[in-house]
């Protein structure tokens, strides 16, 4: 049955965490679960008590909806670096939120820049094709972390269809055409997006003739007796991938 108004308000503001931890795990177990429902937890993710924090997270998991989003990001980013439980909780939260939703949905939040990026970090984890291009657009017109960036370039690669594929890699080629070694690492996240995807390299399409030019350059700088800087084992590695999924067979030899 429901809880009386009275008595939810009392257990709400009740002194004992104890008490309000066993509030939302009870509202979470009822039936019936609604928008003032939703309010009275979200409320909870700024209760001075983590517990009661990270069970109002739990609770909030359990039923999505986009009103919760921006709550527990802030709730996320507010919670102490050192309390592990606690952000798993929330991280697992804001997943839940975001494989309901659809871009549409997150174009209209309004969310400042720490909470965006908070979001991408999640969005790039959820296998769907239109949040993964939502999260690579965001992060493409910002100054982003270039692990987030990686991240992002390995999802399209994993869940968007060809042509997203291919305008993601022109993006990324042309952004880090200053250095092979920054090609190599952006394309390495394509690659290995692809590879989740159980795909190869393709020499018809963008990345795969990306591939097909950054290989030879990188395994050029290996037999290069100039005394360069010499590409790293892991990018020597991804070449001879490459040269391999290509059929460049003269390389493979090299």
């Known amino acids: 049955g429901r809880l009386a108004d009275d008595s939810l308000a009392r257990a709400t503001d009740d002194p004992s965490p104890v ?17 003032a429902r939703g309010d009275l937890v979200r409320a909870k993710l700024a209760d001075n008590d983590p517990f009661v924090r990270r069970a109002a997270a739990e609770a909030l998991a359990e039923y999505p909806e986009r009103a919760s989003i921006q709550p527990l990001v802030q709730a996320w980013i507010a919670a102490p670096s050192d309390d592990v439980q606690l952000i798993q909780a929330l991280r697992i939260a804001v997943r839940n939120q975001l494989r309901t939703t659809t871009p549409d949905a997150l174009a209209g939040l309004a969310l400042d820049d720490a909470e965006w990026l908070k979001l991408i970090e999640i969005l790039v984890a ?74 190869q390299l393709s020499a018809d399409d963008e990345l795969g003739r990306w591939g097909a030019s950054l290989a030879p350059s990188i395994l050029n700088l290996v037999g290069d007796s100039g005394g360069g800087s010499l590409p790293s084992a892991n990018v020597v590695s991804l070449a001879l991938k490459v040269a391999e999924q290509l059929r460049l067979a003269t390389l493979i030899v090299q």
């Open 126 to 199: 959820v296998p769907n094709d239109a949040l993964a291009w939502f999260a690579f657009d965001y992060v493409r017109g910002r100054d982003a972390r270039p692990d987030l960036m990686s991240r992002c370039l390995s999802s399209v690669a994993q869940h968007c269809g060809d042509a997203r594929v291919d305008e993601a890699a022109r993006f990324a080629r042309e952004k880090n055409s200053g250095s092979i070694t920054a090609e190599a690492g952006v394309f390495q996240s394509l690659f290995d997006g692809l590879s989740r995807r159980g795909r």
């Open 19 to 35: 008490v309000r931890v066993h509030l939302m795990k009870t509202l979470a177990a009822m039936p019936g679960w609604d928008a």
